[in-house]
């Protein structure tokens, strides 16, 4: 069964940066769109980013767009989120998933399409 990990998150300033990453064991993983979602107290899963299997396409929320990148290394089976210029309403706690279809390309990105999930790495930024 695939497994998800997550890492990098924590508290930073409002402006600040952080990096956060996933480490799948999965034997697909190099053929499987990922993402990354998030969630915050009171308020339901919400898209982030996607990437398709080979690296493209990315998909966005309209509220990272132009802060954040999704990345992944196919070598590894990780999949990053770097996150620039960081604002307080982006505090939430940071999933990532894996879309099982092969060859995906996570256009699809409700949070539904992705079956494997992690348990998630806390983003915490103060003003």
């Known amino acids: 069964q695939e497994q998800l990990v997550e890492s990098g998150g924590g508290l930073v300033q409002a402006g600040g940066s952080l990096r956060l990453s996933c480490a799948a064991s999965?034997?697909?993983?190099?053929?499987?769109?990922m993402g990354w979602f998030r969630q915050s107290p009171g308020k339901e899963r919400e898209f982030v980013a996607t990437i398709g299997w080979s690296g493209a396409p990315t998909n966005y929320a309209d509220s990272v767009k132009g802060r954040f990148t999704i990345s992944r290394d196919n070598t590894k089976n990780t999949v990053d989120l770097q996150m620039n210029s960081l604002k307080p309403e982006d505090t939430a706690v940071y999933y990532c998933a894996s879309d099982h279809a092969l060859f995906s390309t996570g256009n699809n990105y409700r949070p539904e399409a992705f079956e494997s999930w992690g348990q998630g790495t806390q983003v915490t930024v103060s003003s």
């Open positions: 999965g034997r697909s993983f190099s053929r499987n769109a």
